[in-house]
């Protein structure tokens, strides 16, 4: 029986990050295959119950350094890259080869720092991202390694993994690490350190509970975990610390008296995100529409740019806007598709006609309905 109650069982959208320390055995540097196994048959289980899944996966570097014959200990930048580059393509074949025999296609998606923090390129990661979902694939992603330099770099995937459900508007996050959970003290050095199950807020005590890493292969400590609950909770969706050498390390969470740390959302994915585009004190700029259009929008559909008659200040792709009635009066607020050079040349057109005046292909909205607010 599934428990509907359990964050993980009732979650729409998953994305599950795996930590260098589980993937690859730090006495051979090789893959754990006969864990990965379980952990892919978990991954199947939840796509089964018809749920999307996206999984977050490091051990590039870890799984590369080998091949490379690269000293244990620091690398230098450019060796990490070098691992990265070796380590990342045998990392995807073994998913390939996990879960492609179960009839799901796998799609690597290596992202950068600059693609979730610039506008532009946060939408349209987004966008593949969904349209991978919707296609029924799994993506597989990664930090791009081997372009990525100290200054414009995670460094961890944790914050990766945070993002990343955030941009996919997922509802729950698993971070399957080397550490059960959150204790009040580093459980390694004081023996008093007492085990939370449950943060309902991230308050400055939280905080500080948060000590270094005690992993040698991965990158990421408690810090890194507790600022990408912030950013997970922030979002609406439920995170979740735990230990994942177990195997089947998914489907032990969702068993009775698991020990591990569950972060509370304070609202759901789309609310958050709508509360944010609302809250926008000064949108970039406005367009206004047609009567049509604002029909279609009150019945909850996208703004298409054949609706928009006139565009108000400068704003680009990923910008919030406000949305005028044709007595210019702010009826909505959202996040617009288009810059506003670019709504000028396709306001008033069908959707299909987008490629023919820009002059390279595009999204159908300018204003996609998860991205907008009905004021
Ligand atoms: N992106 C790094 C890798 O694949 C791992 C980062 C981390 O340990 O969190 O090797």
Not at 162 to 176: E, F, G, H, N, T
Request: charged share 20%; proline share 4%; hydrophobic share 45%.
């Amino acid at each position: 029986m599934v428990d509907r109650q359990h964050p993980l069982a009732a979650a729409r959208r998953v994305v599950v990050k795996v930590g260098s320390a589980l993937l690859v055995d730090g006495a051979s540097g090789r893959l754990n295959r006969a864990w990965l196994e379980t952990l892919c048959s978990d991954l199947l289980r939840l796509k089964r119950r018809g749920q999307q899944v996206i999984l977050v996966s490091s051990g590039a570097i870890a799984l590369g350094r080998r091949h490379l014959g690269l000293p244990p200990g620091p690398l230098q930048l450019e060796q990490s890259q070098a691992a990265a580059a070796v380590g990342q393509i045998r990392l995807a074949h073994a998913y390939k080869e996990l879960l492609e025999p179960a009839d799901v296609t796998v799609a690597q998606v290596l992202l950068t720092l600059e693609d979730s923090e610039q506008r532009e390129r946060y939408l349209n990661a987004r966008a593949t991202l969904e349209t991978l979902l919707s296609l029924n694939a799994i993506p597989v992603i990664n930090e791009n390694d081997t372009v990525a330099t100290a200054e414009i770099r995670y460094g961890d995937n944790d914050r990766l993994a945070a993002r990343v459900a955030q941009m996919a508007s997922a509802d729950c996050l698993v971070l399957l690490s080397d550490v059960d959970g959150l204790y009040t003290g580093d459980p390694n050095r004081d023996p008093a350190a007492q085990f939370i199950p449950t943060v309902e807020r991230i308050t400055p005590e939280i905080e500080g509970m948060a000590g270094g890493s005690a992993s040698a292969v991965g990158s990421g400590g408690m810090a890194t975990k507790i600022a990408a609950a912030r950013i997970a909770v922030g979002a609406g969706c439920h995170m979740c610390i735990a230990a994942g050498h177990h195997l089947h390390p998914l489907k032990r969470l969702e068993g009775k008296k698991v020990r591990c740390t569950w972060f509370r959302p304070l609202s759901t994915p789309v609310a958050a995100r709508k509360q944010w585009i609302a809250g926008t004190l000064r949108p970039a700029g406005a367009v206004q529409i047609d009567a049509g259009a604002l029909r279609a929008l009150r019945e909850g559909r996208s703004l298409l740019p054949a609706g928009v008659t006139h565009t108000q200040g400068q704003f680009a792709a990923g910008d919030t806007v406000s949305v005028l009635g044709s007595d210019g009066a702010e009826v909505a607020r959202g996040i617009a598709g288009y810059s506003d050079a670019d709504t000028r040349r396709i306001m008033g057109h069908k959707s299909a006609e987008i490629e023919a005046v820009l002059g390279f292909r595009a999204r159908a909205e300018f204003i996609h309905r998860d991205d907008l607010v009905i004021l």
